[in-house]
């Protein structure tokens, strides 16, 4: 167990955020999507890249079933960043996640989730197009840049 913390204490942080964002903020989705992400890395001795990583994380969400994320009644309350990517697409969302958390390259992208490089680019767009549209600029810009931050 203590290898396993090792090996992916480094993506540890990134894993979540990405997982919980698409989660919805459930923690004990965040926490299967880690394990799983991590899991098949480790058993088979590959060793823990932020590209192997990529890969692993994007098969973990697509396949550990996502919570149920209710759709509240429209407020005055605008939706936080967590609740618009929960809700988005997974097709728009998980290229997002591992560009924008994870940090991989739009060819890392397309290479792990068996694509072409223009249509990562055309996926991330609609993601962040939909994120501007939901939060407006500036709530969206200050979401993708805490994305980037150390946590």
């Known amino acids: 167990m203590e290898a396993f913390t090792t090996a992916s204490a480094p993506f540890r942080a990134h894993v979540y955020t990405a997982a919980l964002w698409y989660g919805g903020s459930d923690r004990a989705y ?4 880690y394990r ?5 890395l480790f058993a088979s001795g590959d060793e823990v890249r932020r590209m192997t990583t990529g890969r692993a994380l994007a098969t973990a969400l697509l396949a550990l079933e996502r919570p149920h994320v209710i759709h509240t009644v429209p407020t005055a309350r605008r939706p936080d960043y967590s609740e618009v990517v929960a809700l988005m697409a997974p097709d728009h969302a998980i290229p997002m ?6 940090g991989l390259s739009y060819e ?3 290479d792990a989730l068996d694509l072409r490089h223009d249509e990562v680019r055309r996926r991330v767009f609609l993601a962040r197009d939909t994120i501007v549209r939901r939060l407006g600029l500036a709530a969206a810009l200050h979401a993708e840049t805490a994305a ?3 946590v």
């Not at 965040?30 to 999507?33: G, I």
């Not at 996640?97 to 994870?102: I, N, T, Y």
């Open 30 to 33: 965040a926490d299967r999507v």
């Open 36 to 40: 799983r992400t991590f899991a098949g």
């Open 97 to 102: 996640l591992l560009v924008g958390v994870l």
């Open 108 to 110: 890392q992208v397309a």
């Open 148 to 150: 980037h931050l150390p």
